[in-house]
């Protein structure tokens, strides 16, 4: 049984339409799907119809920007109520803090690049959270890298003099304002260094103090010493345990179900979510 429950829309950075998300992932044979865009719920409803359609469970959910002690966190919600106050204005307020950060960035590569604030929305979506990643896009179009994988590592990589840090919740009110709203939290690539700094063992014990569910341990931007301590850590806890690809479609290299969440780790984030329900049918839930 394939489980992607981290996944990228044209509602944030991702290249694939909500509902041609959804179609690509039924194509290779994914089961259940979760769209985690950042900082919005833009793309649920267009991804429910299509997933009404072809099949598929559908997971609504999304990645919350949150920050501690400069370190940046990502922390994916799952079946929260998109309607619950104190959530939708935390949302609203990332969305407008990245567009900011990203309209800087644009204004300082613009001094060195042959890069406009016009060609960075141009690379957006309508209504799309515009952050880095499309800032990134921006300079692929204009030759100056070769693709998203190459601006992060230079231009756009932390500590670049082009890059700008934003405001964020603290994972800890993250977690609680998600289960506030009836969702499931669970961190996201926790332990992906090659990204940037990640926070320590006391952050994640925060967390998991605060009501987070869960951790994402089968990532590709984490070794397998990574995956082993995620796992001991998760049963030290009774957390559950998920596996995705974070696909973004052509903007990252990473592929659909490349890693997948077992039917057991889906059953119980099912049982916790309390905001809304999932969308469409399982096939074949043992």
Not at 260 to 285: C, D, F, H, K
Request: charged share 20%.
């Amino acid at each position: 049984m394939l489980i992607d429950l981290h996944t990228h829309s044209t509602a944030s950075d991702g290249t694939d339409d909500p509902a041609g998300l959804v179609s690509a992932a039924a194509e290779v044979g994914v089961q259940a799907l979760a769209i985690t865009d950042h900082d919005t719920t833009a793309g649920w409803a267009r991804a429910g119809r299509q997933a009404e359609r072809c099949g598929v469970l559908l997971i609504p959910g999304a990645e919350v920007s949150c920050r501690v002690r400069g370190i940046t966190v990502h922390l994916l919600s799952y079946l929260h109520d998109p309607q619950e106050p104190v959530l939708a204005q935390t949302l609203a307020a990332s969305r407008d803090i990245r567009f900011s950060r990203a309209k800087t960035m644009a204004e300082l590569l613009s001094r060195d690049y042959p890069i406009t604030w016009d060609d960075v929305l141009a690379q957006a979506a309508h209504g799309a959270t515009v952050g880095r990643p499309h800032v990134a896009d921006a300079l692929v179009a204009a030759g100056v890298v070769v693709d998203r994988d190459e601006a992060f590592a230079g231009l756009l990589a932390d500590g670049s003099p082009y890059v700008v840090h934003h405001g964020a919740p603290h994972p800890v009110e993250a977690v609680q304002r998600i289960r506030a709203a009836g969702g499931v939290p669970v961190i996201a690539h926790a332990l992906a260094s090659a990204r940037g700094k990640i926070v320590g063992e006391d952050v994640l014990e925060e967390m998991v103090a605060a009501g987070m569910a869960g951790v994402e341990v089968d990532h590709r931007d984490h070794t397998e010493d990574d995956k082993a301590w995620l796992r001991d850590f998760a049963k030290a806890h009774d957390l559950l345990t998920t596996g995705s690809s974070d696909y973004h479609g052509t903007g990252k290299q990473n592929r659909l179900a490349e890693n997948s969440t077992s039917p057991e780790s889906l059953q119980r984030l099912l049982a916790e979510g309390r905001g809304i329900e999932p969308v469409g049918t399982l096939r074949a839930m043992p």
